[in-house]
């Protein structure tokens, strides 16, 4: 794999800055897993990080934007947001079973005090970040 470029808008790490303390380190984990499995995966050489409706948000070329944020509504947990139009979710759901919590066709919601499966979830960013790409596959490439 090449270089990854990473474009950041400003106002992400602000937003990073404005979690409480107990939140921060886990978007901060999930922001770092996002970068990382774009490092890893073949075809990836840019990805934009951005705010869409206020929350970090991952784009790249051939994939479905990927967001992120937790919420003061419900200040025990935090999520990734995938496009509920697309079949993300559920094929997550297919392919991972119980290993998530799952909200609708759009998000896998993390407790602050859970173990993230990591592995499967670097699954689920691989294919949100490459879904134009692996759409036509049963499992995403999963």
């Not at 947990?77 to 079973?97: G, W």
């Amino acid at each position: 794999m090449g270089k990854l470029v990473l474009k950041t808008h400003p106002k992400v790490n602000e937003t990073f800055a404005n979690y409480p303390a107990s939140v921060r380190d886990k978007m901060q984990f999930l922001k770092e897993l996002v970068i990382e499995t774009a490092e890893e995966t073949e075809g990836i050489d840019e990805i934009e990080v951005t705010l869409k409706w206020g929350e970090p948000s991952f784009i790249t070329k051939n994939g479905s934007t990927l967001r992120m944020d937790w919420k003061e509504k419900s200040p025990d947990q935090y999520a990734m947001y995938f496009q509920c139009t697309s079949r993300l979710v559920r094929t997550f759901r297919l392919v991972f079973d119980h290993k998530f919590h799952y909200e609708g066709n759009r998000a896998l919601v993390f407790q602050l005090n859970q173990k993230i499966p990591v592995v499967e979830l670097k699954e689920c960013i691989k294919a949100s970040l490459t879904y134009h790409k692996v759409k036509h596959l049963m499992t995403l490439g999963i």
